[in-house]
């Protein structure tokens, strides 16, 4: 049944957002601080204006390190459809993705997922065609903007 496959998939995922405490270590060892003035910073996080989500942008080296891939959102028929590993789940069970803005640079935006099928997401909003999303390496950016790497 297609409900039971893609609610297996929803809890494997939330329960990814534990895992970020395991992937930290690589982000920490990618060059320390997540602090704005640090020029060797793994990754800066600046707050958002008007926003409570922040501007992550990783170093080359950290985003080497957790081997960053994006993925480029598409039109199906209704819906955008982006890889579901592009999808993160808060822990108050929220829907985000993670918007590559330009070069290393990631913004969260919140989505709305209709349904998971197989490999892919089915979007009824949040993001348009062509949009640009961290596929792989999610919830290091998670862990990122959530300030766990200091």
């Known amino acids: ?45 600046e707050q958002t204006a008007g ?28 819906h955008t459809l982006i890889p579901y590993s592009a999808v993160f789940y808060s822990p108050s069970g929220e829907t985000w993705a993670y918007v590559n803005t330009k070069g290393l640079t990631f913004e969260k935006k919140a989505v709305v997922v209709d349904r998971i099928e197989g490999d892919r997401a089915l979007l009824f909003n949040g993001l348009a065609p062509g949009t640009k ?11 990122a903007e959530a300030g766990i790497d200091q």
């Open 1 to 45: 049944m297609a409900g039971t496959a893609g609610t297996k998939k929803w809890r494997k995922h939330i329960g990814l957002g534990a895992i970020v405490v395991g992937g930290l270590p690589l982000l920490a060892a990618c060059g320390g601080k997540s602090e704005a003035s640090s020029a060797t910073a793994a990754a800066v996080v």
């Open 51 to 78: 926003s409570e989500t922040a501007r992550i942008t990783l170093s080359a080296k950290a985003a080497s390190r957790l081997q960053i891939k994006t993925a480029v959102a598409r039109r199906d028929g209704d």
């Open 133 to 143: 999303v961290a596929a792989v390496g999610v919830t290091e950016l998670a862990g």
